[in-house]
């Protein structure tokens, strides 16, 4: 096999392996259709029937009328009043989809913390999140950072039942697209359980990133880079000597 041969190979792999990589980080991934909102937003009000809209035919509505539709709903109990609201906020957060990824940022506070119980509501959070990693590993979602808890907040105002939290994680997200398939999915909803039964309370924030320390995708790029250059040192073993 000719030296010019096998560069093209290696090259070659290098660049199909980079461009894998690409599509499984989501660097094609392109903002939410009006179709894909309507067909999200439709699982989502399945799962809120208090709702009034509940019962619409949402693909003959446009995004405006729907939001106009979930504004004005008057429902009759405080629960239907915070479904109603959960999903105006879900439908902006879908509407203002750039394509691109975000992080979310994940307080978290076991119920019965210091108890005798809270072994148990670890386990139950522990079974949510293996069941969590399996829908997002496969695409392009993963933890950036998970931590305990060294002490009470430090810095709190504004907000009431803030001194205590048992963990704080940071999990990034290819694209808002992965975080709603994943909530209106029939394996997702069946583990919400433990997740509902094993904490107390918790906050989660989704950010955009604007400065971040260390890249995922930096991190792949030279390591590929890396190793073809060392493939290519062992294909010119005549020029490396030179």
Known sequence: MSTFTKTLINWG??????LLFFIWHGAFEGPLTDEEIKLYLGRMLAQAP???AGALDLSQMS?????RQLTGQQPGSSEGEGSANELLQLLDFMRSDDGGPFVMVNLLHLRDS???TEDSAAAE??????????FLLPRGSY???????AAQSIAMWGIEDGEDWSSVGLIRYRSRRVMIEMTTSSDFTQSQGNKTSSLAKTIAVPTTPTLAVGSLSLTVVLLLLMIGMVVQLRV???QRSA
């Open 13 to 18: 792999s290098v660049s199909i392996l980079l």
């Open 50 to 52: 208090q709702t009034e």
């Open 63 to 67: 995004l405006d009328e729907i939001e």
């Open 114 to 116: 210091g108890s005798g």
């Open 125 to 134: 959070l522990a079974d949510y999140n293996s069941a969590v990693l399996g």
């Open 143 to 149: 933890p950036l950072y998970n931590g305990d808890a």
């Open 236 to 238: 010119n073993p005549k």
